[in-house]
Every structure is written in C-alpha cells, then in structure tokens.
C-alpha cells in the first residue's frame, strides 16, 4: 500500500513538472514572438521614414528648381535686358519667404567676355552707381551676380564673380554645357556670418530656343537663374513638419554637407536601433546620406509588452511552482492538521466540561425551540433535578407557573436582540425547585451559533442569601436614620435651654465679669451654636428619603438668584449666572439644598477682595448637568474625596462657621435620586463643584 502511494506520488508529482515546463516553454515563446512583431514593426517604420526623409528634400529641391526655371523663361523669352527693378517685382510675387522656405534668396548673374566687361558695367551703374565685380582674377571670362533678392541678407553677393572659385565655376559651366539644372559642391556663402556649408543651384538661360549641341550652348549662352541655400537653413525648411524621430549627415565627397550625428545633439542615440547609408543624385553631385534612428525613435516606439509577457509567465510559473509544492504537502498537513485540532478539541472540551462543573453557579444551554441540551452539577443541585431529568425539556420546567405564560414572549424578544444581559438585579426573578419551592434568582444570558443554529446560554444564581443581606442592611439603615433623627431632635431643646441661660449669664455679668469671662462665655455660645448647626444638619441627613414633597416647574436661574440673595454675601462677592438655565419639573426641597450648600461654601471660604461664583447648566439626552465655580483658594487633590465624608472641614471650626456635613448631605441626596457630583481643584486657584441632576 505504501509502495503505491508512493509511485502515485512519483507520477503526480512528474506531471506537476511537465505543466511547469510546458508553461516555461511558452512562456519564452510568446516572448521571443512578441518581441520579433515589435522589432519588425520598428524596422517597417525606419523604412518608412528613411524614405520619408529622402523625399521630402528631393521634393524641396525640385520646388527650388522650378522657382529657377521661371525666372529662366522669363528672362529668355521676355527680356535679356531685365534691370534689377524688374528682377525686384520678380522676386516679390514669388513670394520666397512664404512658398520656398529654406531658399537664401533668388538672384541673376551673366556670362560676360573680357571685351564687353566696361559697357556691362556702365549699364548696370545706372541703376546702382556703386556696382562692381568683384573679387580681381586673372581669368579670360567673367561671372558676376548681378541681381539678388531678397537683397537685405545677400548685399555682400551682388557683383561677385563666380569664375573666383573652382567648385562655383565649374557647376556653372556644367549647366551651361550640359542645359540641365546643376548645383556646386559645398561651399561657404559670402553672407553666411556663420561660415556654415551651403552651395548654389544654377538654371542656364540663353538667347536662343533651339539649341541642341554643345557648341550651341555655348555660343548662345546668356547666364545663370541661381539660388544660394545654407545647408542647414534648406534642411529646416524642408523637415519643417516632420516628426524628428531621425538624424542623419550630408556628404558631398569628402566635405560634409549637413551633420545631426553628433554627441552634442540632445537627438542623438549613440546605439541606434537601426541606420543605413543610401547616395543620392542630387542635380549632379552624389548626396551620400547617413540616417540613423534617434533617441526619440527608441521612445516613441519602445513597448513593455515582450517583457510584460515574459515577467507575467515568470511570476505564473513560480505560482505554479508554488501551488505544486503546496498540494503535494497539503495532503500530509491535512492530516496533521486534523490530528492538532482533534487533539485541541479533545482538550477544550475537557477545559471547558472542568470549568462548566466547578462553576458556583449553574449554566444551562437551550435551542431555538426553548428545550435544555446541557446542564452542569450547580444546576442540578439548585433545581433538584437530575441531568436525565431536564435534558430535552422544555425551560419552562424551570420557571414559576405564573409567569410561564409570558416567557415565550421573553424569549422571542431575546433572539431578535441577542445582547448579553443580565436579570435579576432591580427585578424580582425566581427559579422553580423539583419540590416547588422559589428562590431569587439572578440570570444572564448570551447567545451563539453551533453551526447554523442560534443556542442560549444561561447562567444562574441563587439569590437568597443576597436578598436576605440586602434586607438586614435596608433594616439596619432604617434604624440608624430614625436614631440620628431621634437623637438629634431630642438633643434640640436641652442645647436651646443652654443657648438662652448662656445669653442670660451674658445679660446678669455684663458690667463687672472680666474679659476673660466674657471671653470664654461667647466662645460658649459659638459652640452652642455650632452644635445647633450640626444638629439640624444630622436631622437634615436623616430626613433624607423620607418625604418625597410636590413636583413642580422650577426655574433653576431664578432658585439660583434667590439662595444667592438669602445668603446675604458681602459686597466683594459677585455671581455670574448663565443666561439660560432649564426648567425642571421636581420636587425643588433636595435641589434647593444642594444650590444653598455649594453657594453657601463658595461664599464662606472665598478669602479673595473680589471674589466671583460662576453657575452654569447643560442639557444632555438623560440628565442635567451643573457647574458652580469659584475663584477662592481651591482645595488640594489628596481631600478630593474626603470633603464627602461626614464631619469634614478643612479649616479650623473656630475660624468658619459649619459643621462640616454640607458635601455629605448633598452627596446623599444626590445619591438618593441617582445623581453624581466631582470636585475639580488643583488647591491653588478656585475650585468648581459639578454635579448631575436626572430628568
């Protein structure tokens, strides 16, 4: 069996490679493939643009040379004679600058022999004095420019003498000789201030229509139309509207005519993607050119798509990979897994059955349908049952008949707001024993999923020890409050009796006790009087809880105002009342207690000249909140919570009037209706005293 699996293993796992193979191989196929479309597709733009850019300065050549041709027949077959006013009206209408961009200008110049050089000169004096042929030569014949336009930037052309330089010479008398449109080689303009490559292209004209033999031509000849071109300006204008996705070099033999192929071209690829050498013809001299793709070629058409391809298959392949090795472990960790799990499980459950049987308290779980699944030992001994007893039953077993109707309804609220919650704690709540008999119950309750389906758990306590507690203690409360109102009320009218022989003595001594007697008698009453004071309030304390009183509409703003008035402040102290303030519907003697004791302190133990007590109110969603602040000497951190204890004060009795139970009765009263109050203070600078009162 062993051996089996093993060849299975061995057999999958060799097709596991194959597929990662095969997808290698394609991989690189598509690759190479796209890589190849996107090579050639470059190439056929190359060819493309190459011939693009050969043809386009052919055509500009041959617009040139048809400007030449017109101004020929014009001069051939209108006047030989033509003056340079004429030859001016000639040039405008060609409108050079607009129709043949590139051009330097369009000029004449005639062939004159040595004997009719002074009368050639003296015909064109006439028109412009200071006309001369220029540069000196010993030669027989004579060349010179004789008209020029635009004149402006060829002024240094007129009256010069072709026959002065070989490569001038020579194209003009090639075209003489030969009737065909010939250009020179490369030279230098005389007005070109930059002393860059350019030539001259020359169209004979003679006086004379049928000429066919060489004698012919040079019997008749009269002169040259001719066109001076700056290389580079001719190649400006040429590629005017091309896209510049190539460079290239003109070379005229040995001597270069135009040249991009240089490192200072921002254009310029050292590693270009393709190039090519191809020679030109060009009106009798060879053009060789060498075009090259530039770096914007190499941009505009490089793609990602070959290496998108190859990544892609790599990153496949690896996840191929991946998977692979993932699957032929997957079995095996399957297996593992589950025998981890299984061995967790086994372990929770023995966790949580240990936890479920020593609970204190007893766990029952229920379905949807209200009957009991699960039971721990607690629960059996509350109830009285057995396990086998409740299991299967409906939870209803468990609860007092009279409210077994209304449980269901229970129930369904719960699942359809499965919040955690506890009962028991403010409401009466009882379980029912196997023998009948009831017991306080607290219960809480939480739901979960088994699967898909809902289950409750349900946790119980056995109250009555608590409730039995809470009853001795609301018991022993009680005797306590009806002994400090007894005790205080009765002490009343014996300290009332001290208090007026006291004031009696006061009356009979006045004219002859001594100082120190008066002294001590007065000290005797003060303390009378403050054990009056804490009297009332023990009797204050007591009371409260016992009365409820009348609800009614109080206006705190006004309460405020009015406990401020009957305290009676010095003229340094100042209140700030909040503008608006609620009304309250309650019933006003608590909180008119809790208003005079907070104003009251602020006033007493406020040691500044100008002292200022500030009350303020908020509303929120269930209960109110006030503040009332104060600027005195603050109380420090550590007494934060003993001011709330009875008989606490922080100055000497002698010095402040009060008992020291003020922040305690209003700590009671605001416990009583469910309030709260905080002191904040850091003991240096005023003390604020917010508390809360509910709607």
Same mark, same amino acid.
């Given at each position: 069996?062993?051996?089996?699996?093993?060849?299975?293993?061995?057999?999958?796992?060799?097709?596991?490679?194959?597929v990662?193979?095969?997808?290698?191989?394609?991989?690189?196929?598509a690759w190479?493939?796209s890589?190849?479309?996107?090579?050639?597709?470059r190439?056929?733009?190359?060819k493309t643009?190459?011939?693009?850019?050969?043809?386009?300065?052919?055509?500009?050549?041959?617009?040139?040379?048809v400007?030449?041709?017109?101004?020929?027949?014009?001069?051939?077959?209108?006047?030989?004679?033509?003056?340079?006013?004429?030859?001016?009206?000639?040039?405008?209408?060609?409108?050079?600058?607009?129709?043949?961009?590139?051009?330097?200008?369009?000029?004449?110049?005639?062939?004159i022999?040595?004997?009719?050089l002074?009368?050639?000169?003296?015909?064109?004096?006439?028109?412009?004095?200071?006309?001369?042929?220029?540069?000196?030569?010993?030669?027989?014949?004579?060349?010179?420019?004789?008209?020029?336009?635009?004149?402006?930037?060829?002024?240094?052309?007129?009256?010069?003498?072709?026959?002065?330089?070989?490569?001038?010479?020579?194209?003009a008398?090639?075209?003489?000789?030969t009737?065909?449109?010939?250009?020179?080689?490369p030279?230098?303009?005389v007005?070109?201030?930059?002393?860059t490559?350019?030539?001259?292209?020359?169209?004979?004209?003679?006086?004379?229509?049928?000429?066919e033999?060489?004698?012919?031509?040079?019997?008749?000849?009269?002169?040259?139309?001719?066109? %001076?071109?700056i290389?580079?300006?001719?190649?400006?204008?040429?590629?005017?509207?091309?896209?510049?996705?190539?460079?290239?070099?003109?070379?005229?033999?040995k001597?270069?005519?135009?040249d991009?192929?240089?490192?200072?071209?921002?254009?310029?690829?050292?590693?270009?993607?393709?190039?090519?050498?191809?020679?030109?013809?060009?009106?009798?001299?060879?053009?060789?050119?060498?075009?090259?793709?530039a770096?914007?070629f190499?941009?505009?058409?490089?793609?990602?798509q070959p290496?998108?391809?190859?990544?892609?298959?790599?990153?496949i392949?690896?996840?191929?990979?991946?998977?692979?090795?993932?699957?032929?472990r997957?079995?095996?960790?399957?297996?593992?897994?589950?025998?981890?799990?299984?061995?967790?499980?086994?372990?929770?459950?023995?966790?949580?059955?240990?936890?479920?049987?020593s609970?204190?308290?007893?766990?029952?779980?229920?379905?949807?349908?209200?009957?009991i699944?699960?039971?721990?030992?607690?629960?059996?001994?509350?109830?009285?049952?057995?396990?086998?007893?409740?299991?299967?039953?409906?939870?209803?077993?468990?609860?007092?008949?009279?409210?077994?109707?209304?449980? %269901?309804h229970?129930?369904?609220?719960f699942?359809?707001?499965?919040?955690?919650?506890?009962?028991?704690?403010?409401r009466?709540?009882?379980?029912?024993?196997?023998?009948?008999?009831?017991?306080?119950?607290?219960?809480?309750?939480?739901?979960?999923?088994?699967?898909?389906?809902?289950?409750?758990?349900?946790?119980?306590?056995?109250?009555?020890?608590?409730?039995q507690?809470?009853e001795?203690?609301?018991?022993?409360?009680?005797?306590?409050?009806?002994?400090?109102?007894?005790?205080s009320?009765?002490?009343?009218?014996?300290?009332?009796?001290?208090?007026?022989?006291?004031?009696?003595?006061?009356?009979?001594?006045?004219?002859?006790?001594?100082?120190?007697?008066?002294?001590?008698?007065?000290?005797?009453?003060?303390?009378?009087?403050?054990?009056?004071?804490?009297?009332?309030?023990?009797?204050?304390?007591?009371?409260?809880?016992?009365?409820?009183?009348?609800?009614?509409?109080?206006?705190?703003?006004?309460?405020?105002?009015?406990?401020?008035?009957?305290?009676?402040?010095?003229?340094?102290?100042?209140?700030?009342?909040?503008?608006?303030?609620?009304?309250?519907?309650?019933?006003?003697?608590?909180?008119?207690?809790?208003?005079?004791?907070?104003?009251?302190?602020a006033?007493?133990?406020?040691?500044?000249?100008?002292?200022?007590?500030?009350v303020?109110?908020q509303?929120?969603?269930?209960?109110?909140?006030?503040?009332?602040?104060?600027?005195?000497?603050?109380?420090?951190?550590?007494?934060?919570?003993?001011?709330?204890?009875?008989?606490?004060?922080?100055?000497?009795?002698?010095?402040?009037?009060?008992?020291?139970?003020?922040?305690?009765i209003?700590?009671k009263?605001l416990d009583?209706?469910?309030?709260?109050?905080?002191?904040?203070?850091?003991?240096?600078?005023?003390?604020?005293?917010?508390f809360?009162?509910?709607?």
């Amino acid at each position: 069996m062993a051996e089996q699996m093993s060849k299975t293993k061995m057999v999958i796992n060799g097709y596991y490679w194959l597929v990662i193979l095969a997808s290698l191989l394609l991989t690189i196929f598509a690759w190479k493939i796209s890589d190849n479309q996107i090579q050639e597709k470059r190439s056929e733009l190359f060819k493309t643009q190459s011939a693009q850019l050969l043809d386009q300065i052919s055509e500009r050549m041959s617009h040139y040379e048809v400007a030449l041709k017109v101004g020929a027949a014009a001069i051939q077959f209108i006047s030989h004679d033509t003056h340079v006013e004429e030859w001016q009206l000639f040039s405008e209408a060609l409108n050079l600058t607009e129709t043949y961009p590139g051009i330097n200008g369009i000029g004449v110049l005639y062939f004159i022999q040595p004997n009719n050089l002074n009368e050639f000169i003296n015909a064109q004096r006439q028109y412009r004095p200071d006309f001369q042929i220029h540069p000196n030569h010993d030669k027989q014949e004579y060349w010179p420019i004789t008209y020029i336009e635009p004149l402006i930037s060829n002024e240094k052309a007129v009256g010069l003498d072709m026959a002065f330089e070989h490569n001038r010479l020579s194209a003009a008398k090639k075209s003489r000789d030969t009737g065909t449109t010939q250009i020179t080689g490369p030279i230098i303009l005389v007005q070109d201030a930059k002393k860059t490559p350019g030539f001259l292209q020359y169209v004979p004209f003679y006086d004379s229509q049928n000429i066919e033999t060489l004698e012919q031509r040079q019997q008749h000849f009269v002169g040259h139309v001719y066109a %001076p071109f700056i290389m580079s300006k001719l190649i400006e204008g040429a590629l005017e509207h091309s896209s510049h996705q190539l460079v290239f070099s003109i070379v005229d033999g040995k001597d270069v005519l135009y040249d991009e192929l240089q490192s200072t071209n921002d254009n310029y690829d050292e590693n270009p993607l393709f190039q090519k050498k191809i020679i030109l013809d060009m009106y009798g001299r060879p053009w060789s050119f060498q075009i090259q793709t530039a770096s914007s070629f190499r941009v505009s058409t490089s793609s990602n798509q070959p290496l998108i391809i190859l990544i892609s298959g790599i990153v496949i392949n690896i996840m191929l990979l991946f998977l692979f090795i993932t699957l032929t472990r997957s079995q095996q960790n399957a297996i593992e897994l589950a025998k981890k799990i299984t061995r967790e499980l086994s372990i929770k459950e023995e966790y949580y059955r240990h936890i479920t049987e020593s609970a204190p308290c007893g766990i029952i779980i229920i379905n949807a349908k209200g009957e009991i699944e699960t039971v721990n030992p607690q629960t059996c001994v509350l109830f009285g049952y057995t396990e086998e007893e409740m299991i299967g039953k409906n939870i209803d077993l468990l609860i007092p008949v009279r409210y077994q109707s209304q449980h %269901p309804h229970h129930r369904k609220s719960f699942t359809e707001n499965p919040s955690h919650r506890r009962m028991g704690l403010g409401r009466d709540i009882f379980g029912l024993t196997k023998k009948g008999d009831e017991f306080p119950a607290e219960i809480g309750l939480a739901q979960f999923l088994n699967g898909d389906a809902p289950k409750t758990l349900a946790t119980i306590i056995n109250m009555t020890e608590h409730v039995q507690v809470t009853e001795e203690l609301k018991r022993s409360n009680k005797e306590l409050n009806d002994f400090a109102y007894v005790a205080s009320h009765d002490l009343k009218a014996p300290l009332r009796g001290i208090m007026q022989l006291s004031a009696w003595i006061e009356e009979d001594i006045a004219d002859y006790a001594t100082e120190d007697t008066k002294s001590n008698l007065a000290l005797l009453m003060n303390r009378t009087s403050r054990l009056e004071k804490l009297l009332e309030d023990l009797l204050d304390y007591s009371r409260i809880g016992r009365k409820a009183g009348d609800i009614q509409a109080v206006d705190t703003k006004e309460l405020v105002l009015n406990v401020f008035d009957l305290q009676d402040p010095s003229d340094s102290i100042k209140l700030i009342c909040q503008e608006t303030m609620p009304v309250i519907d309650m019933v006003i003697s608590p909180f008119e207690t809790i208003i005079r004791n907070l104003i009251g302190n602020a006033i007493k133990h406020n040691n500044k000249e100008n002292g200022v007590i500030t009350v303020s109110a908020q509303e929120f969603p269930r209960y109110y909140q006030f503040s009332i602040k104060d600027n005195g000497p603050g109380i420090p951190v550590r007494y934060h919570k003993q001011i709330f204890e009875l008989f606490k004060t922080l100055q000497p009795r002698d010095e402040v009037e009060g008992s020291g139970m003020g922040l305690s009765i209003i700590k009671k009263l605001l416990d009583y209706h469910d309030g709260s109050i905080v002191v904040e203070s850091d003991g240096k600078s005023g003390t604020c005293f917010t508390f809360t009162w509910p709607k």
